[in-house]
């Protein structure tokens, strides 16, 4: 095999990861970006408020996420063996 074939297919390869993992972060991002909205909505019908801000905690098997609108502000909590979510008030 000559260098320059050799080349084109180290080109080729490296160019498919940079693809895979640009696609990758894109799925990842509108994931995120689709789990934000979803909990933005569920914290407005909790604290029955329009406009709410959400921020991701933590994920996995209860997902906790930050809530602050309308002068109130605490922990939304969601569990998925339970049909809702509930948000724990902060104090502070």
Known sequence: MTAVARRSIRTW???LAVVIVGVAF???LLVR???EQDART??????GCSAVD???VSLGDT?????????MR???VCEPSDPGCFIVPDDG
Not at 42 to 47: D, E, F, V
């Open 13 to 15: 390869v490296v160019g």
């Open 26 to 28: 894109a799925v990842a």
């Open 33 to 35: 970006r689709a789990a």
């Open 42 to 47: 569920t914290a407005a019908r909790l604290l």
């Open 54 to 56: 959400v921020k991701w």
């Open 63 to 71: 997902e906790h996420w930050r809530v602050e609108g309308c002068g």
């Open 74 to 76: 605490g922990i939304m």
